[in-house]
């Protein structure tokens, strides 16, 4: 029985608890299963990397902020790409394959998880940038984000997998991450402006200021929104074709050798500014050395390798 059957079965009588909807729920299984082995292993390589953005390694954001520049591509890429495949429903002469497609990603969409305003405005803080340079950036074409476009214009629910992996991610082991970096923050991060007004922070106020990515609205800490999330994924679950199930499952494990192959140009990155002036690369120099990359003075050597090995998997 396909899992697309099964879930067809089981919600012919949907009239059960939120509890009851979560504890059946099977896309998210099959996507965890299909990518456990790589999620591990990012896991693993980010847990050894952060103390470089920590103190005793350094007292300067420059570290973190590199890293986050690298990831918030994936984030603004399928969020920019949902909400034009919401705006697509205004067209009445969209085929009914897509129409059907469209509708179940407006059933699942919750803006209140986007990211893409909070990375922005902590970049810009973090760079000391203004935002639109720090837009002008990260909405330029690039690798990151022509890849994930091509996969969801080609088939727009492997979305649902950019979703669940990217945001599940903030709400589990990013509570974590966060803590360590609102305790650098505030106690180490010497080049980072404490004396920011509230309007320059965050919509969270001076407490998420630099870090807004990492928080929810609300008074939850974003658990209310995490089962909201979870609901949803649930409810969409029986509306799947089965091709459509088995292409998000299989877009999972693409999307974390993303993130693994940028942790790696993000080494290639420390080690080159090691090369190149003899000093440790969390050294505050780093800051300058970004800037010239954010600006586009410097090539990673491992952009191809990145595309070809995304492109092969």
């Not at 949907?14 to 996507?31: K, T």
């Not at 129409?99 to 810009?124: C, G, H, M, W």
């Not at 091709?243 to 299989?250: H, L, R, Y």
């Not at 003899?278 to 050597?301: H, Q, V, W």
Request: with cysteine.
């Amino acid at each position: 029985m396909s899992p697309n059957n099964e879930r067809k079965k089981g919600s012919k009588e949907d009239d059960g608890s939120d509890e009851d909807h979560l504890r059946s729920s099977l896309l998210p299984r099959d996507i965890n299963s299909a990518a456990n082995e790589l999620h591990t292993n990012l896991n693993r390589l980010i847990t050894q990397r952060l103390p470089l953005a920590l103190p005793l390694s350094t007292n300067d954001p420059a570290v973190y902020a590199t890293g986050l520049l690298h990831f918030a591509r994936i984030y603004i890429a399928f969020e920019s790409a949902w909400d034009a495949q919401i705006l697509t429903r205004n067209t009445k002469d969209l085929p009914l394959g897509d129409e059907r497609t469209v509708a179940i990603l407006q059933q699942l969409y919750l803006p209140i998880l986007f990211r893409t305003s909070r990375l922005k405005n902590d970049l810009s803080l973090l760079l000391k940038l203004s935002p639109d340079e720090v837009s002008a950036h990260l909405e330029a074409p690039n690798l990151v984000s022509t890849y994930i476009s091509e996969r969801i214009a080609a088939k727009p629910h492997v979305l649902i997998a950019y979703a669940w992996v990217m945001y599940m991610a903030l709400f589990n082991g990013g509570r974590w991450i966060r803590s360590q970096l609102v305790s650098a923050r505030d106690s180490s991060w010497k080049s980072f402006p404490h004396d920011h007004n509230d309007s320059e922070v965050a919509p969270g106020g001076p407490g998420e200021a630099g870090l807004s990515f990492w928080h929810f609205d609300g008074l939850q800490d974003g658990e209310d929104i995490k089962s909201e999330f979870r609901l949803r994924i649930a409810g969409i679950e029986h509306l799947l074709e089965p091709q459509e199930w088995s292409d998000i499952v299989a877009e999972a494990p693409h999307i974390f050798r993303r993130c693994t192959i940028i942790v790696e140009e993000l080494d290639s990155i420390m080690a080159t500014r090691r090369m190149r002036t003899g000093l440790p690369a969390t050294m505050p120099g780093l800051f300058t050395t970004m800037l010239r990359y954010i600006k586009g003075d410097e090539t990673s050597r491992d952009s191809r390798v990145e595309d070809s090995a995304i492109r092969s998997a």
